[in-house]
């Protein structure tokens, strides 16, 4: 089993990384090419389409930043994690939970996004 916490922290680094081209590698390193993505608001599959729907996320909440909720968990190929979106020093707007299966190589194959509460 790849280690839960790594897993998520790689994970909202994606999500947190506002410079284009370096939020591009990150997805190559977090997600294998035919990834998806998938929750209540959004989708995306393949790098291109999760880098296109990070970027729209940002354009949405410029300047708000996701962080780890607790523990990740995760057994088998699953990871289980819970984090908030908010501005830097202010309550979150948001908070969620993400269930993630990976592949053999520890790269994320599908996520699925559940919005746990919506200020």
């Not at 930043?65 to 979150?92: C, E, I, K, Q, Y």
């Amino acid at each position: 089993m790849h280690n839960p916490a790594h897993i998520a922290e790689q994970y909202l680094a994606v999500w947190n990384e506002r410079d284009a081209s370096s939020r591009r590698a990150l997805v190559a390193r977090a997600f294998g090419l035919e990834a998806s993505y998938l929750d209540p608001m959004m989708r995306g599959s393949g790098h291109d389409g999760v880098d296109a729907m990070i970027a729209g996320a940002q354009q949405q909440f410029p300047g708000y930043r996701f962080a780890l909720d607790g523990t990740p968990d995760g057994h088998n190929d699953v990871v289980r994690f819970s984090w908030t979106l908010g501005l830097p020093g202010a309550d979150p707007v948001a908070h969620g939970t993400d269930v993630a299966e990976l592949q053999p190589d520890g790269r994320l194959c599908r996520v699925t996004g559940f919005l746990n509460s919506v200020v």
